[in-house]
């Protein structure tokens, strides 16, 4: 009787059909992940993770990277944040490195040098964060020393003559008359410099002058 349980139980937990669905699927899986067919690769680690119940780092990786090839940008940055925790430090340095470079290519950049830098915590060796982490730490570095730069000569007050262009200019850009009113302001910042203490509305008016002529 109790060789019988045994047994039964054995069956239980190993299941011979279950095991060949997995194995399938993960050939599967992995033959549309290395010939470049991702969706296909996706809806197969997708299938061997929700409804196998497969939930093997390696297969996660591949799913995320998956979804990461095809676009869908929520499924890869939730399935990378998920592998943030786990005990393996190469697939956790991965997971890091994918997010940053998401982020990155999201304009996210602090978000994205904190990842980097998590990644290079997890593994060491892992030198594409190593060069990600460096070159966006490089390009912030240059920018914050530009904006201090930037702040630095900016005028602390604007003179009475650079308050009444700015008067002019927002009358103007009120009656949607963007380039005169950009014309305005840029004309005056040459002949008065304290005119520039208003460039972030000057560039604005740049910008808005460009799209129309765009159109």
Known sequence: MKVFLAVLL????????????????KTAARTAYVEGDYKKAASLYKFLSDSLDVKEDEVMINLANSFYHVKDTANAMS???SLTASAKNHIRSKAHQQLGIMLHQQGKFEEALTNFKEAIKADNNNVDAK???EALKKKLDEEKKKQEEKEKNRPKEPSA????????ADKLAADFRFPEAE????????????VLYYEDFINRLKEIVTIEKEK
């Open 79 to 81: 399935t990378y944040q």
């Open 10 to 25: 054995a069956l239980v937990v190993i299941d011979p059909t279950r095991i060949a669905r997995i194995n399938t699927a």
């Open 161 to 168: 003559y650079a308050k009444r262009l700015k008067a002019q």
């Open 131 to 133: 060069f990600n982490y």
């Open 183 to 194: 014309k305005v302001m840029s004309d005056g910042a040459k002949r008065d410099p304290s």
